[in-house]
């Protein structure tokens, strides 16, 4: 089920500073996808910083401003600090044509932030606007060509198992002779139904995805409301996971990551243990007799819907990527 991939590449999809490879701490879904002779880099992220040294950080500015360099198209799903990194564009070489997609939500997204933080994410903008040669803005729904490359965007709901608003993140639909890949950032599996509807329309041959969000004890708080909620999006990002697989017909490759693998360093390559590593979790914070009852059915029961996942993957010969067991950080496409 389970693939790591070969070196030897045409047309490829790596892993900057995903979650589960490398950097387990850059949180993020920073991807690069080179197809056609073509570079689109997918939600990059300032969160790479975190943690280095100064002469870690040296090397990483000098990395990232050779990767975007190199890049074209430049996709942000929105602008949470881990997906919307724009300093390395200050190392654009002079006459560089870049051009940026983003949600018509930079406003929305960020106005919670406290003004420190609102600060940074203002100048990223800045930055971002000052070095690309073009920029579009997602309200609704956007179809764009690029040399041949057909992209096509759509806005959804951002999931939170919390229950915060936290506005919308762009999907992206990414076309051309030898390639179909559909990437989807922050919506936990997906948690809500017209995401799923809207994956299984476009029935891509490649989707990149953000899984069920396993580290559910971050959001159980041991209230019995909150708790229940949150378990019940979690069963439904699993069974919506299962309606892709068995609503597409031309799936062929997956790479679940992010949310999914968010403080589950355990998961090598084996999903059979996420069903444990719940209930261990769900048995380490304290909630009342009748949520107690209530979590250990909803375990259960999750538990049988990810064996159906596995069988149906199985089925399909669909092979499935974790970040953690991609050796060299490509995937060939």
């Known amino acids: 089920m389970f693939s790591a991939c070969n070196r030897t590449v045409k047309n490829y999809l790596e892993l900057i500073t995903t979650e589960g490879y490398r950097n387990y701490d850059a949180r993020g879904m920073d991807l690069m996808l080179k197809v056609g002779g073509k570079t689109v880099r997918l939600d990059p992220s300032p969160k790479v910083y975190q943690n280095l040294s100064l002469s870690g950080r040296e090397k990483e500015y000098s990395r990232q401003c050779k990767l975007f360099n190199r890049t074209d198209i430049m996709i942000i799903s929105h602008f949470h600090n881990d997906h919307f990194g724009a300093e390395f564009l200050e190392g654009l070489q002079e006459g560089k044509e870049l051009y940026a997609i983003y949600p018509d939500s930079f406003e929305r ?6 003004l420190s933080l609102l600060k940074r994410q203002n100048s990223r903008m800045e930055i971002l606007k000052s070095a690309c040669l073009s920029t579009v803005e997602v309200r609704q729904y956007a179809s764009l060509r690029f040399n041949g ?3 096509e965007f759509k806005p959804f709901k951002h999931s939170c198992y919390k229950g915060y608003d936290l506005d919308t993140v ?6 051309d002779d030898a390639t179909d890949l559909f990437f989807t950032s922050d919506v936990s599996g997906p948690e809500y139904d017209e995401v799923a509807d809207w994956i299984i329309e476009k029935d891509p041959k490649f989707l990149v995805i953000d899984g069920p969000y396993n580290n559910i004890g971050s959001v159980l708080g041991g209230k019995s409301k909150p708790a229940k909620k949150a ?3 979690l069963e439904k990002s699993y069974e919506n996971l299962k309606n892709i697989v068995t609503g597409t017909e031309r799936l062929e490759k997956m790479l679940v990551c992010h949310h999914f693998m968010r403080s589950c360093p355990e998961l090598k390559n084996d999903l059979t243990v996420i069903p444990d590593i719940l209930k261990e979790r769900a048995e ?5 007799r009748d949520t107690k009852n209530f979590m250990n059915a909803r375990y259960d029961s ?3 819907s990810i064996a159906r996942l596995l069988d149906e993957i199985d089925d399909r010969g669909i092979l499935c990527y974790l970040p953690s067991v991609v050796s060299d950080g490509r995937i060939r496409i």
């Open 109 to 114: 997204s960020n106005r919670a932030l406290p």
């Open 149 to 151: 490359l057909s992209m």
């Open 170 to 175: 762009l999907t992206a639909h990414l076309i």
């Open 231 to 233: 378990v019940r999006a």
């Open 284 to 288: 380490a914070t304290r909630f009342d």
């Open 302 to 304: 999750i538990g049988r």
